[in-house]
């Protein structure tokens, strides 16, 4: 990489700790992009970035989108307290303003745009209003578009176009350029992925750092992302499955496909809580490469007093959308009026969802029982004042406000759902678990939460007690551990993810039993273990059984599997067949399947015949 003459980027640097902590790297928190306004996740990616600098190792955060606010952005993230003075803010589009790649030896090509593009609009960086880039049509060619991204000098940088493919005019092909500042492209590449995948590989070039990723949309062109002086974490921030779905049988979380059929490729998968990596174990099998790490939240030294509460303050804090279920969160708090306890409910946050809540707010005529507030910088103190958090999600990863509601001592109440309220609230002792749905069991939480002094005293203590377990101190040194381990296993991780395994052949016997033989390519990989495993589809690990082979021949493993198998595992819809590999401590699960090659499959009509699809 070449240093841009003129501009002020100062190389491939984390943040450098004042006092760096011995034998470790540099770790980049990586998420798609930062705005001012975002949500838990991103909040969390800034938070561990500081949390990192300030113990030590040095961090920065790595974006990828085009943004012309990138500079003020910086400021006002620093300013407002959400990003560490010291951490840098990595973005592709600056970086490569400033960076440019090597030139080949060979005479390289110079960029120059043809007569068919026709300007149809441009944009300027907000900071100092110069020129960002330029958008380009073509007429007559409907999926026809580039774009021009510009240095502050003026020069092209970067090339993103969009043409009809060669093949059918209606497909379109698209190439993405890396112009150095005389004009000569240094870079072709034929996808935005791939232009990605080059900017993380060039920082990590710069300074040998591990990456953590944030973002499932990065993950899901992040999980072929490979760099032998790097680990590569992908962070669970939500479930697994769509919303409302089993996560032992549901349909996946588009978002999190990629990153689950990759599962092998990941040195770490985080998890946020217990139960969700038990329940992503339980459907996937265990590749020894998940491992739970909380969020940090840090609250008060002391407990805030009970007696400066207001006693009929509720809080709900969170993004206004579909899956927070704000709506619920409202009846409940004009039912406990209506009961006769006096409440109000104050609601932070925003979200495409406050219009319909102010219009629900007003066909139960609440208004003078809510109290939008939008986005505020005082959460800390108004947990400090609030007995109770209400919150009636659909769904969670691990819920950040009831973290912080027990930090700050004040007492959740919340609908169980998968997957972090159950593991942070011990009901009754420190908040209260409702029954998705069950309005009116959390109206009577509620109420004798704020009817009930001395309760809410006493589980005000015991949540500020339990919340000490998530001190950023002992959710760092968790994250230091995981990420030593990766770097020493990260050999065998390796030749297990690159092991292949296939179904060989399938023989029926006389007595019902089958032979199952499957073919394992293992490389170099230094096999210590290789069993058959069938589980119970939708049951737990308790439903399952381990099969050994009994013969092997040229990598072909033979397994016997008995006629009464189903019968000795009679429960869930299906058996479903994974091979296990093991190398030492680790252990890879992958499920037996067909080639996606296959144009027929064969099965078994109701009749016992065999038949192709």
Known sequence: MQHVPGTDFPGWLPSRPAN????????????????????????MCLKRAGMFHERGVPSAVVTFDANPGLEE????????????PEVPLLNLHDFYAKYSPELSPKKPKTWVRSLDWVESGRTHNSGDDSLFYVDYLMPNRETAALREYHRRDGTVYLVDSTLPADVDAQEASRTLKLVAPDGSVAATLGSPAKLYRRFLSDLVDRSPADVVIDSKYSAGFLWGWKHPAAVKFVNFHSTHVAAGQDPLTGKLSTAHQKIIQNRDAWDGITFLTESQRTAFVQRFGDTSNTVVISNPVDGP????????????????????????????????????????????????????????????????????????????????Q??????????????????????????????????????????????????????????????????????????????????????????????????????????????DRDALAAAGVRIAGITFHPDGALDLAVDVEAGAANLTGLWLESSQRGIPDTGRREIEHHRESDGIYHFRLPADLRAQQPAGDALDLNLVLGIGSLTRTIRLGASPRMQSTPYFTVYGNLSLK
């Open 20 to 43: 760096p902590r011995q034998s470790t790297r540099p770790v980049l928190m990586v998420t798609w992009s930062v705005r001012e306004s975002f949500g838990g996740m991103t909040a």
């Open 73 to 84: 952005l910086r400021t006002t993230l620093v300013e407002t307290g959400r990003l560490q």
């Open 382 to 491: 108004r947990l400090d004042r609030a007995r109770v958090l209400l919150l009636c999600s659909k769904f969670e990863g691990q819920s950040l406000a009831i973290l912080e509601a027990q930090a700050h001592g004040c007492v959740p109440v919340a609908y169980d759902v998968d997957f972090g309220p159950r593991d942070m609230i011990e009901n009754p002792r420190n908040g209260f678990l409702v029954p998705f749905g069950e309005q009116d069991a959390a109206v009577r939480a509620v109420t004798r939460l704020l009817a009930d002094g001395s309760l809410c005293e006493e589980m005000s203590s015991q949540a500020f007690q339990d919340a000490k377990k998530y001190r950023s101190d002992l959710i760092f040194e968790q994250w230091m551990e995981a990420l030593e381990m990766a770097r020493t296993k990260k050999a």
């Open 301 to 380: 030294a002391a407990l805030p007093a009970c007696a400066a509460r207001r006693p009929n303050s509720v809080l709900h804090i969170g993004r206004f959308t579909q899956g927070k279920n704000i709506g619920d969160v409202l009846e409940i708090v004009k039912k406990v009026s209506l009961g006769g306890t006096p409440v109000h409910l104050d609601l932070v946050g925003d979200g495409e969802q406050r219009p319909v809540l102010e219009a629900r707010v007003r066909e139960l005529g609440a208004e003078d029982l809510v109290t939008f507030h939008g986005h505020v910088d005082d959460v800390d």
